[in-house]
Every structure is written in structure tokens, then in C-alpha cells.
């Protein structure tokens, strides 16, 4: 037999490596037409571990010890003797104004409280010295009218019995004599009662408005010296020496920097999850590695509007406050809703919602599996499972392609 030629021999390998080319191919083509439905999935797995729930917003610093001090009359600043930032002590001289207006007035009020004294004591007494000499002047005469008028009669009425005087002039006498008595009765009055109760009633109520008058007057005047009513830090100067200011003007602030507060605004859907006593942390822009400690002492309970948002104003006490912060300033607080150990946990991107309920995705065989969860804390990037899985579990996160997944999709994790 003959052997084969090299032509044929060429030949034979060309077909041979065809056939592995072709089987090469349709493995390739079953492998695509095989992988093509399946879809890559990122997951993660339940783990137990710590859970902490926040809330965070904005804020204005309040001081609960304040004390602002203001014009009480237009005038001159005499002499300003503190600055912004100074720590003073209880009773320390802070401001002086200009106090001659405020002495004038001090001095026609205590004149005005010592005439109407002396009106009420006059009255009590029955009149002014003036008075009572005058009364006793028109009583001395009307006693001596009243003698004269008296002799009178008993001479007519001697006479009248000897048929010298008549009876009309007899009857006439004795008018005479009894208008005498009723004149020197009322006389006897006036000088024993004074006058009538309305009258000391209203010399009371001189006296009181006067003396209230008065007592207002040294307040002025008092205020024109403006001294610290507790030990405190100046935060606020708002004049200088030789300035004018005018009546009710504000001169400075200060406050108790150990003992403030803040306001924070929350918005409406968020209140319910405050309640009082909760943590909560501070921060400052302006000291922005500094953190303060408080907690909520008030809820809101109200809405109202705050630019373009509607809030509750809720009240946080500053615990570990170390005169650092300002009044007036902005912070941002974050509450501490929840603080949870050794709770089983998901990344927060596994959680599904829909008409249903919470759920979850699994793998089962390859394909996508619907759990039912029930949930409870949650915060930006996980979420507490109560019930519906174990530790361990693998849960889908999304797909590598960000296409949309269903129960039943054919997928594997993606290495």
C-alpha cells in the first residue's frame, strides 16, 4: 500500500483543526445562549452588630441666664467700662449714663410724695393749722351769737309772762335760738370728724400714685449706672462713651455662659421620633473638632414656618457648656434616637418595600427569592431585622448592571 502523500497529509490536519475550531464554537455558542438570562448580583450577608438611629438639624444657641441692659432716658453715655468678650463679676460697674434728668425727676417725685402726706395728715387732723384756727375763730363767735340769742329768749319769755312781750315774739326767739345751736352743732362737726371719708379716700390714692411715682424715679435713676446682676461674660456692646442714645436703646448683653441651651428647628415629619431626655450631640462651624454633649428637655408643640421649611422648635440643653459657645450662634445638632447592640443587621440597600410590606431578596437554585422582614431601627446605611432571617443569610444587594430585579430572575453573585 502506498503511503499518503504530504499533500494529504495536509489535508488532514486542515479538517481536523476545523472540527476543533467548529466545537470550539458551538461550545461558545452554548455557553452565551446558556449565561445569557443569568444576571450578576452584588449581596452582602446578615451580621449581627450595632445600630445607632440619628436625627440631625440645625440650631441657635440660647444662654438661660441673660441679662440685657437698656436706655431708661435719652442721654450721654459717660463711660463705657467693659468690652465683648470680658468676664465680669455679680454687682462690677459696667456703663454710667448721664443722670441729671433722671435726679431732677427724682427729686419732683419725692416733693410730690411729701405734699400729699402732708394733705392726707391734714385731713386727719381736721385741716391745715390755718384751717383749724379759722374753724375755731367761727366757733368762738357762734357760741357767743348762740349765749346772746339764749338771754334773749328768757328775757321775752320773763316779759311774756307779765304780759309785756307776745307770743309771736316769744315763738321767734326760740326759732332763732335753735338755728344758733344747729349752726354751732355743725361747727363742733367739722372740727371733731374733718372731712368726709371720700375725701381721705382720695388723699390716700395721692399718696400712693406719688410715692409709686417716686419709687419709679430712683428705679431711672438706678438704671443709669448699669451694674452686672449676676457674674457673667459681656457678649454684646452696643455703645461707646460720648455717644447720644435715646430712651430704651440697648447698651450691652451678657450672660451666664455655663448654663445655655438650644433651640433646634426639626422638621414636621420627623417630631414624632423626639422624646425628651434623649442624647444629643453639638457642633459649632467655627470650632469644628469641638463636640458638646446635651440632651432634648422639650418637645415641639407646635408648626410653624422657618424659611422654606415647616419645623417644631425643640429646647436641648448644653450639659458639658464651657463658655466657648456664643449666644446668637448656629449649630448643628444630631439626637440620638437609638443606640442598639448585638442586633442582626442588613445593609440598608438590601431593604425592599411595595404594597406587601418590607422584604427582602434571597438566592435559592440561582434564582431570586422574596422574603418577608420585619424591621424595626434604621439609620442611612443599615437596617435592624427583628424577624424573617438568621445570621448568616445572603442577601441581593442590586444588580451589577443596575437592571431591575424579580422574584424568580435567574442570577449569580458577582466575585
Wanted: without cysteine; charged residues 20%.
Amino acid at each position: 500500500m502506498a503511503a499518503p502523500s504530504s499533500q494529504e497529509t495536509s489535508q488532514k490536519k486542515r479538517k481536523i483543526w476545523l472540527l476543533v475550531a467548529l466545537a470550539l464554537l458551538a461550545a461558545a455558542i452554548l455557553l452565551y445562549y446558556s449565561t445569557r438570562n443569568v444576571i450578576q448580583v452584588r449581596t452582602a450577608k446578615a451580621e449581627m452588630g450595632e445600630l445607632v438611629s440619628t436625627l440631625a438639624t440645625n440650631g441657635v444657641v440660647q444662654p438661660t441666664h441673660n441679662f440685657a441692659a437698656f436706655s431708661p432716658l435719652p442721654g450721654t453715655v459717660k463711660a463705657v467700662y467693659v468690652h465683648e468678650g470680658e468676664k465680669v463679676a455679680a454687682g462690677q460697674l459696667l456703663i454710667s449714663l448721664d443722670d441729671s434728668e433722671a435726679r431732677t425727676q427724682v427729686a419732683a417725685a419725692l416733693a410730690a410724695v411729701r405734699g400729699a402726706q402732708a394733705q392726707l395728715e391734714a385731713l386727719r387732723r381736721g385741716g391745715t393749722r390755718h384751717e383749724q384756727i379759722a374753724r375755731t375763730s367761727d366757733i368762738d363767735k357762734a357760741k357767743t351769737a348762740r349765749d346772746q340769742q339764749a338771754a334773749t329768749l328768757a328775757t321775752l319769755e320773763k316779759l311774756h309772762q307779765q304780759g309785756a312781750a307776745s307770743t309771736s315774739e316769744v315763738d321767734a326767739a326760740r326759732r332763732l335760738l335753735a338755728a344758733d345751736d344747729a349752726g354751732l352743732k355743725a361747727l363742733g362737726q367739722q372740727q371733731t370728724q374733718g372731712y368726709a371719708p371720700i375725701d381721705l379716700q382720695h388723699a390716700m390714692a395721692n399718696l400712693e400714685n406719688a410715692q409709686a411715682a417716686y419709687t419709679s424715679a430712683l428705679d431711672t435713676l438706678q438704671r443709669e449706672n448699669v451694674r452686672a446682676p449676676f457674674a457673667g461674660t459681656v457678649y454684646s456692646v452696643s455703645t461707646q462713651t460720648s455717644d447720644f442714645v435715646p430712651g430704651g436703646a440697648q447698651l450691652l448683653q451678657m450672660a451666664d455662659l455655663k448654663q445655655i441651651q438650644v433651640q433646634a428647628y426639626f422638621d414636621e415629619p420627623e417630631i414624632g421620633k423626639l422624646k425628651v431626655g434623649e442624647p444629643v450631640t453639638i457642633v459649632w462651624a467655627a470650632l469644628p473638632n469641638r463636640v458638646w454633649h446635651g440632651h432634648v428637655i422639650r418637645t415641639p408643640s407646635t408648626i410653624i414656618p422657618y424659611g422654606t421649611r415647616n419645623v417644631g422648635e425643640a429646647l436641648v440643653s448644653v450639659d458639658d457648656a464651657d463658655e466657648t459657645l456664643l449666644p446668637n450662634t448656629n449649630v448643628t445638632i444630631t439626637v440620638v434616637l437609638k443606640d442598639l447592640k448585638n442586633v442582626l443587621l442588613i445593609p440598608r440597600e438590601a431593604l425592599r418595600i411595595d404594597d406587601d410590606g418590607d422584604y427582602v431578596f434571597g438566592i435559592d437554585n440561582g434564582r431570586l427569592k422574596r422574603i418577608p422582614v420585619t424591621i424595626d431601627a434604621l439609620n442611612l446605611t443599615e437596617v435592624q431585622i427583628v424577624s424573617g432571617l438568621e445570621q448568616g443569610t445572603v442577601v441581593v444587594l442590586s444588580a451589577v448592571d443596575a437592571s431591575t430585579l424579580q422574584s424568580g430572575q435567574a442570577v449569580r453573585r458577582a466575585e
